[in-house]
């Protein structure tokens, strides 16, 4: 592309959507091979990235925090960490959970937060995905009320897609207000697929096979009140916080936590009511059936159709 038709594209993205994503769309709009770093806490996820790629940041800072409406828009370079210190001083919270990354690397990697019954799903709470797209042009999926939305749901399909269908600049995530009471409990007897009838909306349910940890949030009343129906099921004592997550995740149905390869996992904590199986030892990769492979190379050849987003990434291979 000339330069002067360059230029005004630029000078039109930084009218509509400020100057920061016109530097980025800039620096991602090139013919070459491109990917998005955060802190690298992921970076191998998905398979090696290919030689002689471009590697760029992208730009970081709270835009807008309406803590009434309970939305954060924030750009993807931002630190979860200064995002969920500004929602806590406002006494909410995200479903991003921090680890050292960034808001596009938390979305693009999808992983939820192992307290994800209290804290929401990652896909449920991105309501709106601004990325530059292959060709240069900045598109914004989703909104931040649900019901003037229409049109393909981008935002829930760029979560966990490791940058392979655009480089997201902003986002709008759903915001949750921090509970007044958490409580962690911990049993030995108790059967773990029993407490989430005996409880209304337990916060986590951790097993590792002998024993339960289970987190109350709420009202102190509520709490007292759900901790009082656990004790009627088996013999609860009150812990620290979570068990020590070992460091692979296995992905199963949370029906299937009942019957456990446990001799494939070595030791483990599941999380019961979601699937996730949190082990010592890695998951085989999965196989992905031959329609939904078909599905995800349409869909990024209709997004990146010289492949030049983060070139070596595959979502399907984690
Ligand atoms: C010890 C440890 C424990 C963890 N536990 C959890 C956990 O419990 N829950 C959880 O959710 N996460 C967990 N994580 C993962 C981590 O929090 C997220 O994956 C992290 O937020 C990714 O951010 P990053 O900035 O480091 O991304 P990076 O590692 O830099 O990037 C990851 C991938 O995303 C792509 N990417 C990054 N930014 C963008 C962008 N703006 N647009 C498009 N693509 C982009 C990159 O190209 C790369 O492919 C853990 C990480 C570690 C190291």
């Given at each position: 592309?000339?330069?002067?038709?360059?230029?005004?594209?630029?000078?039109?993205?930084?009218?509509?959507?400020?100057?920061?994503?016109?530097?980025?769309?800039?620096?991602?709009?090139?013919?070459?091979?491109?990917?998005?770093?955060?802190?690298?806490?992921?970076?191998?996820?998905?398979?090696?990235?290919?030689?002689?790629t471009?590697?760029?940041?992208?730009?970081a800072g709270?835009?807008?925090?309406?803590?009434?409406?309970?939305?954060?828009?924030?750009?993807?370079?931002?630190?979860?960490?200064?995002?969920?210190?500004?929602?806590?001083?406002a006494?909410?919270?995200?479903?991003?959970?921090?680890?050292?990354g960034?808001?596009?690397?938390?979305?693009a990697?999808?992983?939820?937060?192992?307290?994800?019954?209290?804290?929401?799903?990652?896909?449920?709470?991105v309501?709106?995905?601004?990325?530059?797209?292959?060709?240069?042009?900045?598109?914004?999926?989703?909104?931040?009320?649900?019901?003037?939305?229409?049109?393909f749901?981008?935002?829930?399909?760029?979560v966990?897609s490791?940058?392979?269908?655009?480089?997201?600049?902003?986002?709008?995530?759903?915001?949750?207000?921090?509970?007044?009471?958490?409580?962690?409990?911990?049993?030995?007897?108790?059967?773990?697929?029993?407490?989430?009838?005996?409880?209304?909306?337990p916060?986590?349910v951790?097993?590792?096979?002998?024993?339960?940890?289970?987190?109350?949030?709420?009202?102190?009343?509520?709490?007292?009140?759900?901790?009082?129906?656990?004790?009627?099921i088996?013999?609860?004592?009150?812990?620290?916080?979570?068990?020590?997550?070992?460091?692979?995740?296995?992905s199963?149905?949370?029906?299937?936590?009942?019957?456990?390869?446990?001799?494939?996992?070595?030791?483990?904590?599941?999380?019961?009511?979601?699937g996730?199986?949190?082990?010592?030892?890695?998951?085989?990769?999965?196989?992905?059936?031959?329609?939904?492979?078909?599905?995800?190379?349409?869909?990024?050849?209709?997004?990146?159709?010289?492949?030049?987003?983060?070139?070596?990434?595959?979502?399907?291979?984690?």
């Open positions: 592309m000339a330069g002067a038709n360059i230029d005004s594209r630029l000078a039109g993205i930084a009218e509509s959507f400020g100057p920061e994503t016109a530097a980025f769309a800039a620096e991602v709009t090139t013919d070459d091979a491109v990917s998005i770093a955060g802190r690298k806490t992921r970076w191998e996820l998905g398979g090696p990235l290919a030689e002689g471009t590697t760029v940041a992208a730009p709270i835009v807008d925090y309406v803590p009434n409406e309970m939305i954060a828009t924030v750009r993807a370079g931002t630190l979860v960490a200064d995002l969920n210190q500004e929602l806590a001083n006494g909410q919270r995200s479903a991003l959970v921090d680890r050292g960034t808001v596009g690397g938390a979305i990697v999808g992983e939820d937060d192992p307290l994800v019954l209290g804290v929401g799903r990652i896909r449920a709470s309501l709106q995905v601004r990325y530059v797209s292959a060709e240069g042009d900045v598109i914004t999926g989703g909104g931040p009320t649900v019901k003037n939305v229409t049109g749901d981008l935002p829930r399909l760029f966990g490791l940058g392979t269908l655009g480089s997201i600049v902003e986002v709008i995530v759903r915001t949750n207000p921090i509970p007044a009471v958490s409580r962690w409990l911990i049993s030995d007897d108790v059967d773990p697929f029993a407490v989430r009838d005996a409880v209304l909306r916060s986590a951790f097993w590792n096979g002998s024993k339960t940890w289970v987190l109350l949030e709420g009202h102190q009343v509520d709490v007292e009140a759900e901790a009082f129906k656990l004790d009627q088996g013999s609860f004592s009150d812990a620290d916080g979570a068990p020590t997550f070992p460091p692979h995740r296995w199963f149905a949370p029906a299937d936590l009942k019957a456990l390869p446990t001799q494939d996992l070595g030791p483990y904590v599941a999380s019961v009511g979601v996730t199986v949190f082990a010592d030892n890695q998951q085989p990769r999965r196989t992905i059936d031959a329609g939904s492979q078909t599905i995800a190379a349409r869909l990024k050849a209709e997004f990146d159709p010289k492949g030049r987003l983060n070139p070596g990434r595959n979502p399907n291979n984690r």
